[in-house]
């Protein structure tokens, strides 16, 4: 098992890419911590892992408030006792033309997904550096590295976290933790499903692999950068999109 009794956060993991990364690192040995804003789903997701064999824990978080993050990182630590892996994959879409977007717009996504971002990691930071050792995986997006229409706000806060995992990997590393960024492609996720499928064709066109990615597929890259075998790999940017970057 490559994650044998490895205590991992998952945020946003009641559904999509973070519910079948749970599932997965469940598989692997982990200790899994399902956080998440949704409590039917996040609650479902942690009762398939336990199910299964393995060790789960549902906390509810809303990642854009400090003091929940801080929640989340004090039942994590009462529950198992310490914290190896954070997987910050919360996320929400807002989505609007620069001259049409609201500031509640721009605002709501801001405070998820770059806030949210920034208050698990500062708050599971401590925890990490008193053990000498961490990994902490923040997830981006292909869209951050060559933006797109009527995503100013989503654009903004997937650079933005491209940025701040530079930063934290200097300031972090020195203590042994290793922080990573992924930038997912297009991945068949549920929001993903819900596109016309004309635009689905246009976006198979521009992929060089020809098809869509898979959430296990994505997945399986996070599970890489959660286990030891990643141990030299800090500060990284890692697409997975088939090649649309190239």
Known sequence: ??????????????????????????????????????????????????????????????????ADAQ?????????????????????????????????????QVIAVNLKGTFNCTQAVAPVMIAQGKGKIINVSSVVGLYGNFGQTNYVATKAGVIGMTKV?????????????????????????????????????????LGRLGEPREVAQLYLFLASDESDYINGAVISIDGGITV
């Open 168 to 208: 934290w990997a200097r300031e972090l590393g020195r203590k042994g933790i290793c922080v990573n960024v992924v930038a997912p492609g297009f991945i068949t996720t549920e929001m993903v499903k819900s596109v016309p499928e004309k635009v689905i064709e246009m976006m198979k066109e521009r992929i060089p």
């Open 71 to 107: 929640r989340l990182v004090e039942k994590t630590v009462q529950e198992f006792g310490r914290i190896d892996v954070l997987l910050n994959n919360a996320g929400i879409l807002r989505d609007a033309t620069l001259l049409k977007m609201t500031e509640e717009q721009f605002d």
């Open 1 to 66: 098992m490559r994650l044998k009794e490895k205590v991992t956060i998952i945020t946003g993991a009641a559904r999509g890419i973070g519910r079948e990364t749970a599932l997965l690192f469940a598989r692997e040995g982990a200790r899994v911590v399902v956080s998440d804003i949704d409590v039917a789903a996040g609650e479902q997701t942690a009762a398939e892992i336990q199910r299964s064999g393995g060790r789960a824990l549902f906390v509810q978080t809303d990642v854009s408030k400090r």
